[in-house]
């Protein structure tokens, strides 16, 4: 698959871990739901979450022991954000590339990246709307971009 903005081919990611629960696993269902739970209370995203779970605990793949996603098991429990991570991550980096952009008026490759990473939220709005994630009525307000990360 191309790349989204430079149509480069890539190089291959890590494949996926098999969708079997291992034999080693000394971890169930209901235990992992409950670390999942306590890493969200204490602040962590969902990516950080499922980063803790595979290098303290083993826990390769939460969906298989628990049949569920993270982002599922965090609505269960009604922890989850108001905004998904990933738009999250793209609002973040908008600030960031904003507040260079005051320091460094003249600099055209962050005007570059600015519209790029626009483009990206404008289609991840698009996409949440329609799958209702995301209210219809939903607007990314330019002039308080750092609410949103509140």
Known sequence: MARMHSRKKGKSGSTKPLKHVPTWS???????????VKYAKTGKSTSEVGVILRDSYGINNVKVLTGKKINGILAENKISKALPEDLQNLIKKMV????????????????????????????????????????????????RLKMYLE
Not at 26 to 36: M, N, P, Q, T, W
Not at 105 to 119: N, V
Request: glycine share 6%; hydrophobic share 30%; charged share 30%.
């Open 26 to 36: 000394a971890f169930k269902g209901k235990e992992v739901e409950k670390l999942v």
């Open 96 to 143: 960031s590339i904003n507040s260079h952009m005051d320091k460094n008026k003249h600099d055209m490759t962050a005007k570059r990246g600015l519209g790029l990473t626009s483009s990206k939220i404008r289609r991840l709005v698009k996409y949440y709307k329609n799958t209702g994630k995301l209210s219809v009525d939903w607007q990314l307000d330019l002039n």
